[in-house]
Structures are given as C-alpha cells and as structure tokens.
C-alpha cells in the first residue's frame, strides 16, 4: 500500500530483511507476548500480529522472503516487509481474484497467471473441471520454491499435471508465446513507479500485449490494490481508469480481507456484452 512498507519487531529487533537471518532463533526463544511483527501502512497507521515465531526465511535476487507463524492468522507469508497472505484468510483475496472470471467464461480451458508464485491462484483454477491447462509465470525462482516447500496448502497444486510453471517476467513470456488464453490473470504486486511489477499495469501492456493474448470470449481480471475509503486512490482508481481505455467492459468489485486491514479490489474485463451480462446478472 502506497510505498514499500518498513517492517520491524516491537520487541527491538532491526528492520525486516537481511537482519532477519540471525535473529530467528531470538525470535522463538523470547517470551510470546513480546513478539510482534509491524508493518507501516502509513505515516501514522501501523497493522501488528503477534508472532509465535519466525518459521522459516530466504533472500532471493528481487526480495527477502518471510514465513510467520501469527497467533491471529497462522502462517503468514511476508515479501519484502509486506503481507502477501495469510493461512487463515487467503482463500478470501485468491476465490476472488479466480472463481469469477473462471464462472463467468463458458468453457474456460486455459490460464495464464501473470505472478502468483506462492501457488494459491493456480490451485483455485484447478478446481475447475473443463480446465485443461494452467500456467503460472512468476519472475523469482526463489519465491516459487520457497512456497513449494513450505505452503503445504498449495503442495498438490505445484505437483498437478495440467500446471505449467515459468520462471520469467510476465510481459516478456507474454510477448512471446503464440497462443491465446481464455483467462489471464494479474497475481501481480502493486504498481509502484520503482517497483518490479510497475509495465504490467500499463495502457500499452494491456493494449498491445495483454489483449491480443486473449481469445474471443477471453476474460482478463487483475488485482487492484486497496479500495478502502482511505486507499482506494493510492493504485485501485488509477488501474480501473487505465483498464477502462483498453477494453469495452470493464468490472470492478471489492471485499474486505481481514489480514491486510483493507478492503481490498479487483477488476475484470472482457469485449462481450453476453459475458459481462452473465457476471452482473448471475
């Protein structure tokens, strides 16, 4: 939300990230209640879980990667100091993000999920019997093994035979496949100016690579950052309007996710009236 948040323990320890590495076991040593993991929100709001302790960390080549075990949430993956998902309600922003594009298509056989590393949006698309083939396309190779192995949740979505997984940047691995999808996804990060993730959010992208990618009754939906009363103008405005120059229909819809203290938003988008009826209307 907004800028790269700092992350720290009220307890004393040093910012979150390389630090990290050798303060584990101070972690779970300590008394219970003096164990907290912080995440600055803003200039004058913090969100703080109480930790049981640090369960497993690694640092790859685009950011410090983090599992936590919350007494409030259970596991907690935490990338770069922010909260990614949480064990308890991250069923909550993935059902989101995938069953309506998925239910809304006729006969959806194919996904590409642009991101989505930690293998929770690829596993609610395999739910879906007429799915034929998935591809999850995420830039850190590192990130992805990391949840491989730990997120036991998403275990026999990595292993499912119809999942296709890619290490490379999604708009690079988009330009260069010839094929078209009936859904693409954007598990993205938000689109900081300095973040990795900023061209995937695009007019050009979705106009020139995304949409020529879709077919005829294709479905293109994305994360949309926070759409709170206080957050929404931060990214979740700017990437419906941006989307809205690019497709005919255009759908944003919102829910509260409890763990990242946020209503949080999607958009959805197609170039069929029929589809766009069925979503409103069903």
């Known amino acids: 939300m907004g800028e790269a948040p700092e992350v720290f323990y009220i307890n004393g320890f040093s910012k979150f990230g390389h630090e990290i590495e050798t303060q584990q076991n101070h972690v779970n040593d300590q008394n219970h209640d003096s164990s907290w993991y912080e995440e600055i929100i803003d200039d004058d709001l913090k969100w703080s879980f109480k930790l049981n302790s640090v369960l497993h960390k690694a640092i790859s080549e685009y950011q410090d990667i983090a599992l ?62 007429s799915m034929d083939r998935v591809i999850m396309c995420d830039i850190d190779k590192e990130v992805v093994n990391f949840c491989r192995k730990y997120l036991i ?41 300095d973040g990795p993730c900023y061209q995937l959010y695009t007019k050009s992208f979705y106009e020139k690579i995304l949409k020529p ?52 938003g999607w958009v959805m988008v197609c170039e069929k009236k029929s589809l766009v009826s069925f979503c409103t209307y069903n």
């Not at 275990?155 to 693409?184: G, P, Q, Y």
């Open 68 to 129: 936590l075990d919350t007494k409030r949430f259970g596991k907690a993956l935490v990338l770069d100091g922010k909260m990614q998902s949480a064990e308890t309600d991250e069923f909550v922003y993935h059902e989101c993000l995938i069953h309506p594009p998925l239910l809304c298509h006729p006969n959806p056989k194919t996904v590409f999920i642009m991101g989505g590393g930690e293998g929770s949006a690829a596993r609610e698309a395999l739910k879906h019997r």
């Open 213 to 264: 990618k879709l077919n005829d009754n294709g479905i293109f939906v994305t994360q949309a950052g926070p759409a709170g009363i206080f957050t929404h103008k931060e990214v979740f405005t700017s990437i419906y309007n941006t989307i809205k120059q690019v497709f005919k229909y255009v759908i944003a819809y919102t829910t509260h996710v409890p763990s990242f203290a946020d209503t949080w």
């Open 153 to 193: 949740v998403n275990k026999e979505a990595f292993s499912h035979k119809k999942l296709d997984l890619v290490i490379n940047d999604a708009k690079a691995e988009l330009e260069k496949r010839k094929e078209k999808f009936d859904i693409i996804v954007g598990d993205l990060a938000d689109p900081l100016e």
